[in-house]
């Protein structure tokens, strides 16, 4: 069974903070996604990344995948108390697949 | 362009009921899915679809039935609904390598 581990579970930040949170595996993914959740609301996708060692920017948030196509990280930067939720991040299973697995999620708290 | 809308938003059943999760999308997606959450587990994928006639199971299949009679419509059935079944169900639609859409979920209490 592939597992996506994600770290830290909690984290409780001040605002202007900067934070990174893990997605990691022992698998290789053909792609990697990262979302964000809202109490009461399904995920929102953030960004697709497809290539190991990509680099992509979405504001304050910058996402990386690992050159071995195994991990992933987001990094904010200056976290503002709008960011807080549940971050998750899916990859998919294999090249030319729709399915995707989830991580167990990153619960943030950006304090005012 | 309502996105992908899930109905009902909430439910509670007892247990050994069956009932239907309603789920349609409106962007012309090729692939469905359905997902449960559960606290400490992230999203776990139960059943999916890559066209209209065309189902395979997920991670945890077990309880629950799809079918995909057309592109826009997929519904889960559960059979025989037990507690375990306890949780918050997600659908989703994406076109392939695309980001998943999601409805907003329906809250299933199983008693």
């Known amino acids: 069974t592939q597992l996506l581990e994600q770290s830290p579970q909690f984290l409780s930040i001040q605002e ?11 698998s290789v993914f053909s792609s ?3 979302y964000r959740q809202e109490p009461g609301e399904g995920p929102v996708l953030l960004v697709t990344v497809v290539t190991g060692g990509e680099v992509k920017k979405l504001k304050r948030l910058t996402f990386q995948f690992g050159d071995a196509r195994k991990d992933s990280s ?18 998919a299973t294999a ?6 697995i989830f991580g167990t999620g990153t619960r943030l708290k950006v304090l005012a | 362009n309502a996105g992908v809308t899930q109905t009902p938003k909430f439910q509670v059943l007892k247990t050994g009921q069956s009932m239907t999760l309603q789920c ?15 606290p400490g587990m992230g999203l776990r994928l139960i ?9 395979d199971q997920g991670e945890v299949p077990n309880g629950y039935n799809v079918s995909r009679s057309t592109t826009e419509d997929f519904p889960l ?19 392939f390598r695309g980001g998943h859409h999601f409805g907003n979920g329906t809250r299933l209490t199983v008693t």
């Open chain 1, 74 to 91: 987001l990094h904010i930067t200056a976290a503002q108390p709008g960011d807080t939720g549940l971050y998750l991040c899916a990859g």
């Open chain 1, 16 to 26: 202007g903070e900067n934070l990174t949170v893990y997605c990691n595996s022992s």
């Open chain 2, 77 to 95: 059935r559960l059979l025989s609904a037990a507690p375990s079944q306890t949780s918050v169900y997600f659908c989703a639609s994406s076109q």
């Open chain 1, 32 to 34: 990697l996604q990262w």
């Open chain 2, 47 to 55: 059943h999916y679809s890559v066209g209209a006639g065309i189902t």
């Open chain 1, 95 to 100: 090249s030319g697949t729709y399915k995707y």
């Open chain 2, 24 to 38: 349609a999308q409106d962007m012309n997606h090729e692939y469905m899915s359905w997902y449960r959450q559960d």
